[in-house]
């Protein structure tokens, strides 16, 4: 699989070896198999489905058949003489106009050993000469699956940090990401996780990208063909940003504008809703702006700190490197109960992060968990079901818990502070233990009898070790 983008600007992709012009797929069906008349050169809708052309169909057909056969491959002596076509014969006979089931025809007929071969070897027969002699194109719909098995073909699994669509889905489902939600999300997978966050959220709700870089790395956002009403629910804004203005350190200025989204590439308007004197518009970045009406909301400092002060549903962080201090301050976005997932294709980062973020009374996270998944894909044929034997096997791991409504003592930093009327009880010393329930014994009234003083008092001290 390939990632190819159909428009009239050029761009060409590749069918049975010969370059053409991928504008002639558009109004193409998903789904449908491309075939390419070499003599014309005219791209046309094959009728077959995928399934009939590699004859996967006909397998399942004929299974019962094949339970019956006696044919061996125990004779059968691979040294290259079976074939009595050669390779430039074959070239020759598609010069000629020959192309598709004609072409395997004369591979079929001009092979000594093809009747002696049993039919799963003559499935794999048929199944290797077409790749290699009639390849067809399907047209597939970027989504995040396909996206995912796209950088894995190309080999970028590295620069996704080995995520899979099982995984993705893990994450969003453990992050409680719905449609009208708040999500603050932190992406360095090339955007394919903050593209399936807008994608479950569907132009309801918001979703503020805090990115590290200047730009921001999200080129799997503009593969999904989002619509204009889901880009108009993405803001971006940098990281650094928002860390200081929840810690306190970074004061907006008065009077900040509103959300000023980036200029269209072909317009010079001011944004909407900035003023018509004076238009504040955020920098123009390299990565903004490409697609009219389709890039992310920058906000300034004004409208980041109102976003924040209002908190966030859920928080989302796919990151190579995932440092506990960091976790721990975009925490404090987040509304109480709400929820907080975390990928990391490394364990002990997971781990570092659990230990200061998830054990203790003070941890601003409960209810913490560190799960992993694994999936493995079969081959489902007749009598020959099995897994596939080159496969991803492990993806990575997700911590996943929910924010604790008085972390920090009862009152979080910087802009979301919050005021409590009464003073919550003391935590104990315990370093890692869990809070200890203290009740305060009511005070001793004053004996009338001095005789029964130090009982009394003794009896009160017990008392208090043992609610201790």
């Known amino acids: 699989k390939r990632l190819t983008k159909v428009d009239d600007g050029g761009n060409k992709l590749t069918i049975d070896g010969q370059q053409v012009p991928s504008s002639k797929l558009i109004n193409f069906p998903y789904g449908a198999v491309a075939s390419l008349e070499a003599a014309t050169k005219t791209v046309t809708v094959d009728p077959r489905l995928p399934e009939d052309i590699n004859g996967i169909r006909n397998e399942w057909v004929n299974a019962a058949d094949v339970n019956a056969e006696e044919k061996t491959n125990k004779e059968l002596v691979d040294d290259g003489t079976a074939q009595a076509l050669t390779a430039e014969e074959i070239t020759e006979l598609k010069k000629q106009g020959l192309q598709g089931d004609a072409i395997m025809q ?267 998944n694994w999936a493995r894909e079969y081959q489902v044929l007749p009598n020959r079901t099995h897994p596939v034997m080159k496969n991803q096997d492990m993806s990575g791991w997700i911590l996943a818990g929910f924010r604790r409504a008085e972390a920090q003592g009862g009152t979080q930093h910087g802009l979301l502070a919050m005021a409590t009327s009464t003073p919550s009880a003391p935590f104990p010393s315990v370093p890692g233990g869990p809070a200890a329930e203290t009740t305060h014994a009511p005070p001793q009234q004053p004996s009338s009898n001095p005789a029964t003083e130090p009982q009394e008092a003794h009896q009160a001290d017990g008392k208090r070790l043992r609610s201790q």
């Open 106 to 372: 004369q591979i079929v007929s001009n092979s000594a050993t093809f009747e002696a071969k049993t039919s799963f070897s003559q499935h794999k027969y048929l199944k290797k000469k077409s790749k290699k002699y009639t390849p067809v194109v399907q047209i597939l719909p970027t989504t995040i699956q396909n996206l995912c098995e796209v950088y894995s073909h190309q080999g970028k699994l590295d620069r996704i940090h080995e995520l899979r669509p099982d995984t993705i889905a893990l994450l969003l489902h453990r992050a409680n990401v719905r449609a009208g939600t708040r999500v603050l999300v932190v992406d360095t997978t090339l955007g394919i996780v903050a593209a399936a966050v807008a994608e479950r959220l569907g132009g309801h709700g918001s979703m503020l990208v805090a990115h590290a870089k200047p730009n921001v790395p999200l080129e799997s956002m503009h593969h999904l063909n989002l619509g204009d009403d889901i880009w108009s629910a993405l803001h971006a804004a940098p990281l650094d940003d928002v860390r200081e203005l929840l810690e306190g350190t970074l004061t907006p200025p008065d009077g900040a504008p509103a959300v000023a989204p980036a200029p269209a590439a072909d317009t010079d308007e001011p944004a909407a809703g900035a003023p018509a004197a004076a238009p504040t518009v955020a920098p123009h970045r390299p990565d903004v702006g490409r697609h009219q009406g389709r890039s992310f909301h920058r906000m300034t400092l004004g409208p980041l700190a109102e976003w924040l002060r209002e908190g966030c549903d859920c928080l989302v962080m796919a990151m190579y490197a995932t440092p506990a201090d960091l976790l721990v301050e975009l925490s404090g976005a987040v509304r109480p109960s709400g929820s907080v997932a975390v990928y990391n294709p490394c364990l002990q980062l997971l781990a570092n992060c659990h230990d200061k973020c998830c054990v203790g009374a003070r941890s601003p996270l409960v209810r913490a968990q560190l799960s992993q």
